[in-house]
């Protein structure tokens, strides 16, 4: 049996790593790094970092694959998705064959935790119902972006007694959600915030969280979207990618509750 650790590595700083995760990391024999386009470089760097800085007295192998970028956008979103990850399937089902033998270990190290908006654990289970490959595999849980920012801007996440939706920017565009007080947005290309300007809203926003380049910038919306816009357009055109998420919180807290 051929044995896959999907292992949440924390959304950015070699310190978010759990314990769980580092025993992990010391039972894998070759690790898959998996990712793309401008920012892999980065993220991979980070990813072999943790492997030198955690893996004590074992030989491990690392694996690059190229991993194919989403198109078809005229399919619609949920439909290119689907076939990014058959596509991925392959990738990983070639790994899988060709780089573990029987009894080997082998990893996926997953930026943040595998949880939040990544597809790693739905292609293994697509891998296994479609019955090719034996594997078994075990996900090990690690710090999301979500939980970087609300550490870094010292906010809880929710309002007391109240429940929080987390989403991204692509359904903002559609307004902020009825019902909802506190919303995590990720994964916005396009500053969908903005349109929310005029609302009596509060943002607490985090780019590259965790990391050097670390950016934070919090306050009432309509005082501060220009400022986030700005900010966030000169760091994306000076490192060629953007990493960012943020919280949006309206209405008044009832402290009774
Ligand atoms: C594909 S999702 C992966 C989320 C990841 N699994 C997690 O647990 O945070 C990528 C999105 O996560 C957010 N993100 C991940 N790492 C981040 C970081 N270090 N700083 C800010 N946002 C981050 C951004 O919204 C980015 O577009």
Redesign the pocket.
Known sequence: MKKILVI?IG??NPEYITVQAVKALNRVDVFFLMDKGVSKEKLNHLRREICKRYITDRNYRIVEATTPERQGEGLGYLKAVDNLNAEKQHVFERLIAEELDDGDCGAFL?????????STIRILNAIIKAGQHVIEYEVIP????????TAQHKVPLNNIGHSVEITT?RRLARGFPDNVDSLV?????ENAYKALADQAVEIFW??????PD?ILISGKLSEVADEIERVRNAAREANGWI???YLLKRGVQDESE
Do not use: K
Not at 142 to 149: D, E
Not at 185 to 189: C, E, G, P, T
């Open positions: 949440g959304a950015g997953v930026w943040g935790d595998p949880s939040l908006y990544d690690g710090i999301t972006s979500v939980q970087a920012l920017g947005v990720m994964l916005d290309a985090g780019a590259y969280l965790g990391t670390e990493m960012d998420t």
